[in-house]
């Protein structure tokens, strides 16, 4: 069983730093389960790897221990896959031999552990039950570009098809506390076993290092049933992800919040407004296959797919509750078929780079950014403008110079938006993007404008320059 890690961050010999294991030599070290090794095989200037080589002891795993039901005989406790296939033995090695550099310190180099570095894991024997696509599915989100190649039941019978393992690559530029974190949860849930008992800790565990990432990953609840493997223990564990004790639920408040948005801009009629001039920029433009990202209750998505010039309409959203409510308002069983084959819904977060974005003309974020924290706004500039990469972006945030003209409105006019800019901040932000991603910005105003304040809406249009 091997786990290696290789960067060409330079010098690439910080890996062993990071890892507080040093490149000259060997580390070893005795479990219950067999041995572990740490070694470089290569650690140069220019390319560094770390390789975890674990021996297990398919005899020690069984020494003393009673056949269980359904074990026929005896010989059932000592053929099975642990000695070559990943699994949570090799997740309690990375906690021993990288626990200090999964936590993020690094006392030699502490800004070389926030430092986000090329990186390269390979794990050549992963049990993956649900096959390729479902490791797409766990780390492509993260961030991660994935080879996963099936291994054959026996390469001398290729007739026999594959097997349940993949051997499995994962490649980004990440802080490596991230990849050993992603590896340390995401392995035992590919591989549905764990080699101890599972109680309430498991999810404290789980819970600690999903931190950041688990609780708007789309595959949150395979993740947290997979992991923990029991109802009860799942349950109380999404309780936690979703709404932490004394708060309402996350849909709840935002639909809540939603209706008051509404209320603040009906009397301008500005959410149609809105919705009708993206759909005119996208038509303008050419574009046959359109995004609709944070698409809520599918509004615009009825709009796009009235138009034949639309071949493909896509809508993402992070919530489940406004997805449901997409496909009910949208109702595609009661479409023409024609139509109904334009249109996918997909559970999904804008922070996280997910394949299924790419090879889009266009694609629309209506009133969206303005509830992205800062830093999860940077995430979702790369994961739209770099990974994904549509030839159009139509783009739709309030003007806060405007908002003086709203009878009644103090603050913010949703409860859950973390900034509202004026015309200028949303232009400085817009042509920064623009000008690193490779795009050009174009402005447009959407509903009345005020000679002074500006129109309540504004929109940016990026295209690839």
Same mark, same amino acid.
């Given at each position: 069983?091997?786990?290696?890690?290789?960067?060409?961050?330079?010098?690439?010999?910080?890996?062993?730093?990071?890892?507080?294991?040093?490149?000259?030599?060997?580390?070893?070290?005795?479990?219950?389960?067999?041995?572990?090794?740490?070694?470089?095989?290569?650690?140069? +200037?220019?390319?560094?790897?770390?390789?975890?080589?674990?021996?297990?002891?398919?005899?020690?795993?069984?020494?003393?221990?009673?056949?269980?039901?359904?074990?026929?005989?005896?010989? &059932?406790?000592? $053929?099975?896959?642990?000695?070559?296939? &990943?699994?949570?033995?090799?997740?309690?090695?990375?906690?021993?031999?990288?626990?200090?550099?999964?936590?993020?310190?690094?006392?030699?180099?502490?800004?070389?552990?926030?430092?986000? =570095?090329?990186?390269?894991?390979?794990?050549?024997?992963?049990?993956?039950?649900?096959?390729?696509?479902?490791?797409?599915?766990?780390?492509?989100?993260?961030?991660?570009?994935?080879?996963?190649?099936?291994?054959?039941?026996?390469?001398?019978?290729?007739?026999?098809?594959?097997?349940?393992?993949?051997?499995?690559?994962?490649?980004?530029?990440?802080?490596?506390?991230?990849?050993?974190?992603?590896? *340390?949860?995401?392995?035992?849930?590919?591989?549905?076993?764990?080699? *101890?008992?599972?109680?309430?800790?498991?999810?404290?565990?789980?819970?600690?290092?999903?931190?950041?990432?688990?609780?708007?990953?789309?595959?949150?609840?395979?993740?947290?049933?997979?992991?923990?493997?029991?109802?009860?223990?799942?349950?109380?564990?999404?309780?936690?992800?979703?709404?932490?004790?004394?708060?309402?639920?996350?849909?709840?408040?935002?639909?809540?919040?939603?209706?008051?948005?509404?209320?603040?801009? #009906?009397?301008?009629?500005?959410?149609?407004?809105?919705?009708?001039?993206?759909?005119? $920029? =996208?038509?303008?433009?050419?574009?046959?296959?359109?995004?609709?990202?944070?698409?809520?209750?599918?509004?615009? =998505?009825?709009?796009?797919?009235? +138009?034949?010039?639309?071949?493909?309409?896509?809508?993402?959203? $992070?919530?489940?509750?406004?997805?449901?409510?997409?496909?009910?308002?949208?109702?595609?069983?009661?479409?023409?078929?024609?139509?109904?084959?334009?249109?996918?819904?997909?559970?999904?977060?804008?922070?996280?780079?997910?394949?299924?974005?790419?090879?889009?003309?266009?694609?629309? $974020?209506?009133?969206?950014? +303005?509830?992205?924290?800062?830093?999860?706004?940077?995430?979702?500039?790369?994961?739209?403008?770099?990974?994904?990469?549509?030839?159009?972006?139509?783009?739709?945030?309030?003007?806060?110079?405007?908002?003086?003209?709203?009878?009644?409105?103090?603050?913010?006019?949703?409860?859950?938006?973390?900034?509202?800019?004026?015309?200028?901040?949303?232009?400085?932000?817009?042509?920064?993007? &623009?000008?690193?991603?490779? *795009? #050009?910005?174009?402005?447009?105003?959407?509903?009345?404008?005020?000679?002074?304040?500006?129109?309540?809406?504004?929109?940016?249009?990026?295209?690839?320059?």
């Amino acid at each position: 069983m091997i786990l290696t890690i290789s960067t060409t961050h330079q010098p690439a010999t910080d890996l062993g730093y990071l890892l507080h294991k040093n490149p000259s030599r060997m580390h070893s070290g005795e479990f219950g389960f067999g041995k572990v090794h740490v070694l470089y095989p290569e650690a140069t +200037e220019e390319r560094c790897t770390a390789a975890m080589v674990m021996e297990v002891d398919p005899v020690g795993l069984v020494r003393g221990r009673k056949g269980q039901p359904g074990e026929s005989g005896v010989l &059932a406790q000592y $053929v099975n896959d642990r000695p070559y296939s &990943a699994n949570s033995f090799m997740v309690t090695a990375i906690r021993e031999f990288f626990g200090t550099a999964m936590n993020g310190r690094c006392k030699e180099r502490p800004e070389l552990a926030e430092t986000a =570095i090329p990186l390269t894991a390979r794990l050549p024997s992963l049990r993956a039950k649900g096959g390729e696509a479902f490791v797409r599915a766990l780390f492509e989100p993260l961030g991660y570009e994935v080879e996963a190649r099936a291994l054959p039941l026996d390469q001398e019978f290729p007739e026999w098809g594959d097997s349940p393992y993949v051997d499995l690559t994962l490649s980004a530029t990440k802080r490596l506390s991230e990849l050993l974190t992603h590896l *340390y949860v995401l392995i035992p849930v590919l591989d549905m076993a764990k080699h *101890y008992w599972i109680d309430e800790d498991e999810v404290e565990k789980l819970l600690k290092r999903g931190e950041g990432w688990l609780a708007t990953h789309p595959q949150k609840e395979s993740i947290t049933r997979r992991y923990l493997r029991h109802r009860r223990l799942t349950n109380l564990a999404l309780e936690q992800l979703v709404a932490p004790e004394g708060e309402e639920d996350a849909d709840e408040q935002a639909e809540e919040a939603a209706a008051q948005e509404e209320a603040v801009e #009906r009397r301008v009629s500005l959410h149609d407004q809105r919705l009708n001039a993206v759909r005119d $920029v =996208i038509l303008e433009s050419g574009a046959k296959r359109v995004l609709d990202l944070g698409c809520g209750e599918g509004k615009l =998505i009825r709009l796009l797919l009235k +138009e034949t010039q639309f071949e493909a309409v896509v809508g993402m959203d $992070v919530s489940h509750v406004q997805l449901e409510k997409a496909h009910q308002r949208i109702n595609p069983d009661r479409l023409p078929s024609r139509v109904a084959s334009k249109l996918t819904l997909l559970h999904g977060s804008l922070v996280y780079r997910d394949a299924r974005l790419t090879g889009f003309d266009a694609a629309a $974020v209506v009133e969206v950014i +303005e509830h992205l924290d800062e830093p999860r706004l940077a995430a979702f500039e790369r994961v739209l403008f770099e990974f994904a990469r549509p030839k159009l972006v139509v783009l739709t945030t309030p003007n806060r110079e405007y908002n003086d003209l709203f009878e009644g409105l103090t603050g913010f006019r949703h409860r859950d938006h973390r900034f509202e800019w004026t015309r200028g901040e949303f232009e400085g932000w817009a042509n920064g993007v &623009a000008a690193r991603f490779g *795009y #050009r910005a174009e402005f447009q105003p959407v509903g009345p404008v005020d000679p002074e304040r500006g129109a309540p809406s504004q929109m940016g249009i990026f295209g690839i320059a």
